[in-house]
């Protein structure tokens, strides 16, 4: 076994992004355009308790949009070499969180119960992790066996 250890895989899975805060931003005003023509016309109509629902829904709307910014910071770092499979999670809020794994007992499954995704597994030892979980069905169908192939290169790499 040679003393540099090679990198079979190195990745960063992401959440899908929302649109630009300038996009979001120039949709939150079109909306409040509308709910303030809307609640304005029903003021003068004489039904003033539609006014309030009205603000709360931008309110909210305005609240969506600030979460799905905030959730989109989260990561997972899946890095695979010949002695180890590290999995640093990121998440949106809170500390970051390493794993890392012996990549020659590790297996990879990908479950499909009905009505949901794919879910990607790590198993090793008794521990299970799940990885990816904000990513489609397709990317993590494609992500999975990207590391199922980087992990029977690491684990023939020992042996060489």
Known sequence: ???V????LDTVLRP????????LRCILLIVAAINLAFAT????EGAWP????MGADVALLCWAFRASRLAARAYERITVTTSRLSVLRHPARGGDMKTVLNPYWVSVSLTQPEDMPRNVFLRSHGMTI????FLG???????????KTALR?????RFD
């Open 41 to 44: 016309w029903a003021l003068l």
């Open 50 to 53: 539609i006014a309030p629902f």
């Open 137 to 147: 069905p397709r990317a993590r169908l494609s992500f999975a066996q990207a590391l």
């Open 153 to 157: 290169s690491a684990r023939s790499a």
């Open 5 to 8: 250890d090679t990198v079979y």
């Open 1 to 3: 076994m040679s003393c």
């Open 16 to 23: 899908n992004a929302p649109a630009s805060p300038a996009l």
């Open 130 to 133: 799940e990885i990816g979980d």
